[in-house]
């Protein structure tokens, strides 16, 4: 039940923009996305309920799309500081408990 | 206010001894969480609590115990440590109002040696 992410790790220059999936082999109520930079805790950046709905935070946005069971993170013009491992969570109702992708790792450079 | 708190952040331990995880939030959440980080994966749920003396496993139970007798404070115990349990354990947090939101706290790193 562990969503799968792809890429597994980009590498950017600034500027440059990037799109991280999140794909799931059962039904999604709601997808859930955490950034951690290296050697701290995970942040929350979203989340996103069946709908297909989008939501933003600053430059980063993200599309649900339930019939494909799939979430997509977007980050506009990157910024050094979006360097770290994005997570995507999925439940799949309500009540359900949140189960991690392994990450990708996203790398900014100048 | 201090948020989710860990202790300790650093510990090695030898195979077959026991620690105590300690987790306190000050926000007045009543869902906490543990969960266990290995290197370069993802985070994957050991317990988790709805509220003081209510907990539930998670997806990787074996080897852990916890107990939440106040709605601050979630500890984690592991009774006999094995190599296996090396990991960065964090605690986590959400508000009644909010349970889909989860706060982290900074982390523990065991190592087992």
């Known amino acids: 039940q562990q969503p799968v992410q792809s890429p597994q790790a980009v590498i950017l220059r600034e500027g440059e923009d990037a799109v991280i999936n999140c794909s799931s082999s059962k039904a999604l109520y709601s997808v859930h996305w955490y950034r951690q930079k290296h050697g701290e805790a995970p942040v929350f950046l979203m989340i996103?309920?069946?709908?297909?709905e989008q939501k933003g935070h600053e430059k980063i946005s993200a599309s649900f799309n339930e019939k494909k069971q799939q979430s997509s993170l977007y980050l506009t013009a990157s910024q050094l500081s979006y360097s770290g491992t994005y997570f995507c969570g999925r439940k799949g109702t309500s009540g359900s408990r949140l189960t991690f992708g392994e990450g990708t790792q996203l790398t900014v450079n100048p | 206010n201090a948020g989710v708190t860990q202790t300790p952040k650093f510990r090695i331990l030898k195979i077959g001894q026991s620690m105590t995880l300690q987790c306190t939030q000050d926000m007045n959440h009543n869902y906490m969480y543990w969960y266990r980080q290995d290197p370069g994966m993802g985070l994957k749920l050991i317990y988790y609590s709805v509220g003081a003396g209510i907990t539930d496993k998670g997806e990787v139970p074996n080897g852990y115990n916890v107990s939440r007798s106040t709605t601050e404070d979630f500890p984690l115990r592991l009774e006999l440590a094995a190599p296996s349990q090396t990991s960065v354990y964090f605690c986590a947090s959400s508000p009644p109002t909010d349970r889909e939101t989860q706060y982290f706290g900074p982390g523990t790193r065991l190592l087992v040696l």
């Open positions: 996103l309920l069946k709908g297909g």
